[in-house]
């Protein structure tokens, strides 16, 4: 999924220089968009950074005090991939002002594995020559000139978020207007040379710095690629769907076709619920503390879908399914909104919307294989200019995905904790695709004066979003559950019976008289920690069909057994 076109390992080549074990590594590119980190209300590239490998203890410093901390826990978390020897990771900080080179040097010094400098205390140090003479892991891009500078610092401006884009989509019409679409290559880029984004790399990642990006997501990220990847080009869809299939209205197969969805996981930002904080998350969190919450999506933002054939194996991409399985495959949560956060990103949304629908702008990945993709159609788009017919000719831009089995590791920390509890601007927020069924509900609380007097109750439940990451898997897996259970009734479906009649979720469809057994909770911590593809080599040999439904595999469920009544 990478890029064909290898790094240049030679002796004194930039590569060599900052990874001297001559391996060729997964090439990764962070560009970390700067705009809003502050250290109170004052520009974080106005304070002093911490002296970087300093000995002394340091001072405590809150999570919402200095944007600082978490730009230090990102580079470190990044400065641990490069320390596994599978990684190559350079990062382009991208600022719209120049800033003191004191930072600069920081940000280097946190990623020794990465070819940053060393620890002046350890071994090694003495040939780590000062960052100006030597190869650095760290690019500072300086994204505005003095007439754009103060829209740049305008959180509502989106113009941050376009330069990112920019920067890693490269497309040849931001150098050279006249594009011959059937000529060009997605593969080379025009930007400047300097740009590091210019080289050859294999996986983009493109977040905000108040994003946590782990190792996890990276994992996560590329095993969902490479299952959508081997849906695509498996034997089995390149056939018509059969007409149960297009009747069931959630099954979605995905081929080499035009007419094929192109899919790309996808994520979801959380924050962190604490007992101290307000009273309105308190409420929705019924008192519990630290649980990750999104404040983005709800439980309308999303279907459910099952993609036949979305599995990769070990060693690529490879096919797990065999002898025209239907019923191999994975559950998927398809994006049906856009994600909505709060003032002012929401309005930076507006003006420069995700590259994938339903996807976030503060955190995205792309390998290199997607970010061709999305070059063509950009490309295209740019063509036919003010020509709707063209338009239409070039295909729809990707939709956001995430698999069911791994739905944790698609949810990205929002570090400072500040998100949620706050109120969304109107017309602009979670579930507006059913904003007139939420407002009968809320006409049906009225009339049956079920929050009387308690007004402050109200407004939390409606008024404010809090997706507690618990809820949202609950809900995902209950979604999925009983489309399936809809589709397999059919017209013998009782209109009056509640809940499932055929097939349910083991785990979260239990009665008091009938608890789940021990077997259904142990896989679902499995799935939770994101083991399902951390060890999906074992899960998905089928030699083990108990974590299946789990790990979002089983496309039936599970069956409801007829209880006898005894007496």
Not at 41 to 69: N, V
Not at 394 to 410: N, R, T, W
Request: net charge negative; glycine share 6%.
């Amino acid at each position: 999924m990478g890029s064909e076109r290898r790094s240049d390992r030679s002796k004194g080549s930039v590569w060599e220089e900052l990874y001297k074990d001559g391996n060729d590594r997964c090439r990764v590119l962070f560009a970390l968009n700067t705009v809003g980190a502050g250290r109170s209300t004052t520009m974080l590239w106005e304070t002093k950074p911490p002296a970087p490998h300093s000995a002394e203890p340091r001072p405590w410093i809150s999570e919402q005090e200095t944007a600082a901390t978490h730009l230090e826990r990102n580079l470190q978390e990044i400065d641990a991939m490069c320390a596994t020897g599978y990684i190559a990771a350079r990062v382009q900080v991208l600022v719209c002002e120049p800033i003191p080179g004191v930072w600069t040097d920081w940000m280097d010094a946190q990623l020794p594995h990465c070819g940053g400098k060393v620890d002046p205390m350890k071994a090694g140090a003495d040939s780590n020559p000062k960052v100006e003479d030597r190869a650095s892991p760290v690019q500072v891009v300086v994204t505005a000139n003095a007439k754009t500078a103060d829209v740049c610092h305008d959180l509502k401006s989106g113009f941050m978020e376009q330069r990112m884009q920019d920067l890693i989509l490269s497309p040849p019409y931001l150098s050279d207007k006249d594009v011959d679409v059937a000529k060009f290559d997605p593969a080379v880029k025009t930007t400047h040379p300097d740009l590091v984004s210019s080289d050859d790399h294999d996986l983009f990642v493109a977040m905000k710095w108040s994003t946590l990006v782990t190792f996890r997501s990276i994992h996560g990220f590329l095993q969902a690629s490479a299952d959508l990847a081997i849906a695509a080009v498996s034997e089995d869809n390149q056939t018509p769907m059969e007409k149960d299939d297009e009747s069931d209205g959630v099954t979605v197969v995905l081929s080499s076709a035009p007419s094929s969805p192109y899919l790309i996981p996808s994520f979801v930002r959380v924050s962190y619920v604490s007992e101290e904080n307000n009273k309105v998350a308190k409420w929705r969190m019924h008192g519990d503390f630290f649980h990750p919450a999104s404040w983005e999506t709800c439980k309308d933002s999303f279907d459910m879908s099952w993609i036949p054939g979305s599995l990769s194996g070990p060693g690529g991409v490879t096919p797990v399914c065999q002898d025209n399985n239907k019923d191999c495959g994975q559950w998927w949560v398809y994006f049906a909104e856009e994600q909505m956060p709060t003032t002012p990103e929401v309005y930076a949304n507006e003006v420069t919307a995700p590259l994938v629908q339903g996807g976030s702008n503060f955190i995205w990945m792309l390998t290199e294989r997607q970010r061709q993709e999305i070059v063509k159609v950009k490309v295209c788009v740019h063509a036919a200019g003010d020509d709707k017919s063209k338009k239409d000719q070039c295909g729809d831009f990707p939709q956001a995905v995430i698999p069911l089995g791994d739905l944790e590791s698609f949810l990205m920390n929002f570090t400072p904790n500040t998100a949620l509890g706050k109120k969304h601007a109107s017309s602009r927020f979670p579930g507006y695709s059913r904003a007139e069924e939420r407002e009968k509900d809320r006409e049906a609380v009225k009339e049956r004066k079920q929050l009387k007097d308690q007004e402050d109750i109200e407004k939390a439940l409606f008024d404010y979003t809090i997706y507690p990451a618990a809820l949202f898997h609950k809900d995902a897996t209950i979604k999925a559950a009983r489309a399936r259970d809809f589709i397999i009734t059919g017209a013998k479906r009782d209109a009056d019976a509640v809940g499932p009649q055929k097939v349910k979720s083991s785990y979260y469809d239990v009665t008091i008289t009938k608890p789940r057994e021990a077997t259904s909770a142990w896989c679902q911590a499995i799935a939770r920690k994101g083991l399902c593809t951390l060890y999906a080599e074992y899960f998905r040999s089928f030699v083990d069909d108990r974590c299946m439904e789990a790990c979002g595999m089983k496309k039936n469920w599970t069956p409801i057994e007829k209880v006898m009544d005894e007496l």
